[in-house]
């Protein structure tokens, strides 16, 4: 017989009891998946088929892990990176109702597959659900598992364990709908305010930047605070006061959004860096065929505009 602990629910009868544990924490709605035999810690839990899903609702920081080593999969791309996204605040939910913080609950991104698995579900106390572990998945007692996870409006995941609930709650989870482009992850809405994650942003902003004054402060790659006064402490500082640690993710900085702080009039708001064409496969005979000469050097400056031709490049 399977023994549990206090962060696995066992015997819920309805979706009510989530809405009712997960708004006392402040969450707005809740991704459920019913997960597979094969589910636990060491496996992980596949989630979705990139971050996307995870990081427009929760926060979350983008880095990246050591290059894969793998070589056993027909898709292995040994020697490539794997991209990993960090709940900067993970909890479980215990059945006492007391949360749990993670040690670093996270996506681990396989882009050659592609999917997105969660891992790291231990505690800061060494704690998990007893069904998510290796020894429950390959026991006898195996029980219907479903793992909930709600999203606050700052994006902090609070999470549930569901063992083998009632059949309310199994039939209610059939009739759910799927949450954005995901084809197993059901949506369960805690208030009737569906809050976008601009909204979430905008109240970031509102209690943590607006009408305060900041002195310049960044974060470092572990997450700690350290002084900041260069050129770019606007940006920097903004990010550190919504909880940003700095990265060059292509998925935004937050919820899907992509920060900017400006002084001028001028803001760049993508990488004009091609990436494909004659730029990437001979950069001498791009910049040969679409530069201008300068003394003994190819150079591609100036400003273009729709329609005018610039004196240096010929080009419009």
């Avoid at 993710?249 to 064409?277: A, N, R, V, Y």
Wanted: aromatic share 10%.
């Amino acid at each position: 017989m399977a023994i549990f602990n206090h962060l696995d629910y066992q015997g819920l009868i309805s979706s009510k009891e989530i809405v009712s544990r997960l708004s006392e924490h402040g969450c707005d709605l809740a991704l459920i998946k019913k997960l597979p035999k094969n589910a636990n810690d060491k496996n992980q839990v596949y989630f979705h088929h990139d971050a996307s899903l995870l990081n427009s609702v929760f926060d979350m920081s983008f880095s990246e892990r050591v290059e894969s080593t793998s070589q056993t999969k027909r898709a292995s791309a040994p020697g490539k990176p794997i991209t990993q996204a960090v709940f900067n605040e993970f909890y479980w939910l215990s059945s006492d109702g007391t949360l749990h913080k993670t040690k670093k609950c996270k996506a681990i991104v396989y882009h050659q597959y592609p999917e997105a698995r969660l891992s790291g579900f231990q505690t800061e106390q060494g704690e998990m659900p007893q069904s998510m572990s290796v020894e429950f998945t390959k026991s006898e007692d195996l029980l219907p598992r479903y793992l909930v996870i709600g999203a606050t409006q700052k994006g902090i995941a609070i999470a549930m364990m569901l063992v083998d609930p009632a059949e309310e709650f199994r039939n209610e989870f059939i009739d759910l709908p799927l949450f954005g482009s995901s084809k197993i992850c059901k949506r369960l809405s805690i208030n009737e305010l569906d809050i976008s994650g601009s909204e979430k942003l905008r109240k970031i902003l509102t209690d943590s930047v607006a009408g305060k004054t900041l002195k310049g402060c960044r974060f470092d790659k572990t997450g700690e605070t350290i002084p900041f006064t260069s050129t770019q402490v606007h940006g920097y500082t903004l990010e550190h006061a919504c909880g940003i640690i700095p990265n060059a993710d292509q998925d935004g900085d937050i919820f899907g959004i992509e920060l900017k702080c400006f002084t001028t009039k001028k803001l760049s708001l993508i990488t004009t860096e091609p990436d494909g064409g004659l730029y990437k496969e001979d950069f001498a005979e791009f910049m040969k065929t679409y530069g201008y000469l300068k003394g003994d050097d190819y150079r591609l400056t100036g400003l273009h505009r729709v329609n005018n031709t610039n004196s240096k490049t010929n080009l419009t």
